[in-house]
């Protein structure tokens, strides 16, 4: 996609964004659900980034959500929040922050599908099949039996959900009837999205498993990290992104994050993946990348 000169900085701060501080929030995840319940500390974490987004952008004089962005801005709230989020925190209860950044590394792959499935839809170009077929061969191999390296099926199925639901959240927030101005249509999706996620904690009974006194300083500092890093810069960066580039461009953080979050679940949590991890990540994340450079080329009409 050719983009004007004067918003190439912006693209390339928003990928910075995408890239690097999502990837870091994997671990920043797994450090924080050692004691906080996954949807409560999901849902109070965009609940705070809603918050300050707009009452920023409301300071600044940007225009005010009406009442037909609600719908919209719920819907996608549950598919970003709600499901993918949610499910991602749940899962890094049971598996560790590399092998989640690695599962959720797919998204580009259901991305390429929904959208050519989607109504008005275009085919993939040939090597955007091959892709997915190597990125499927990757996640089955890291997903194998293994007595070794045993890893949590449930955790696995998880963010496997969780990065369909993510892919068409991401495809119906790009068409959705949201408001014009960016940073409040961002705010009013994480508004929407962290509500619906402390009412599934609550339901979930994830109140009553809130030990307080358990809290240390590098949980509080894990989610801060979540909610300024995390939400306030990447998830208003990713959206952006959505709307002013290609959805290529927009989930290619999905090949460096693996990469980010390997790096810091070896050096800050000592994790350690067994060899067949590491040939999974390569399969994985080379898919994405022939994905991505498949979908820079003019595909063929829908058959």
């Not at 990540?281 to 450079?293: C, F, W």
Request: aromatic share 10%; hydrophobic share 55%.
């Amino acid at each position: 996609m050719s983009l004007p000169p004067e918003k190439r900085a912006r693209v390339v701060v928003a990928l910075l964004c995408v890239w690097v501080l999502w990837g870091s929030t994997y671990y920043a995840i797994r450090v924080a659900v050692e004691v906080l319940p996954p949807f409560l500390m999901a849902g109070s974490r965009f609940l705070l980034a809603g918050a300050v987004l707009m009452t920023f952008a409301l300071l600044r004089g940007e225009e005010r959500p009406r009442r037909e962005h609600f719908l919209p801005a719920l819907i996608s709230g549950a598919f970003l929040m709600l499901a993918s989020n949610g499910l991602v925190c749940w899962a890094e209860t049971r598996v560790e922050s590399s092998i989640a950044s690695l599962v959720v590394s797919c998204v580009p792959l259901w991305m390429l599908l929904f959208d050519w499935w989607r109504p008005g839809g275009v085919r993939p170009h040939p090597s955007g099949f091959a892709g997915v077929a190597v990125g499927i061969f990757g996640v089955a191999l890291l997903s194998a039996p293994d007595p070794s390296h045993p890893l949590d099926a449930l955790g696995i199925a998880a963010l496997l959900g969780a990065t369909i639901s993510w892919s068409i959240g991401s495809l119906y927030s790009r068409q959705a009837r949201l408001p014009r101005s960016q940073m409040v249509s961002t705010a009013a999706q994480m508004l929407c999205g962290g509500a619906l996620q402390l009412l599934a904690g609550w339901a979930l009974g994830e109140g009553s498993r809130l030990d307080v006194s358990a809290i240390e300083a590098r949980h509080v500092a894990s989610w801060l990290w979540l909610v300024g890093a995390g939400s306030l810069l990447g998830f208003s960066a990713y959206l952006w992104l959505l709307k002013h580039t290609s959805p290529a461009l927009a989930t290619s953080y999905a090949f460096v994050n693996p990469l980010v979050a390997l790096t810091l679940g070896a050096w800050l949590g000592g994790e350690k993946l067994p060899a067949r991890a590491w040939i999974a990540a390569a399969l994985i994340v080379g898919a994405v990348m022939i994905v991505v450079a498949g979908r820079r080329n003019p595909r063929l009409p829908k058959s």
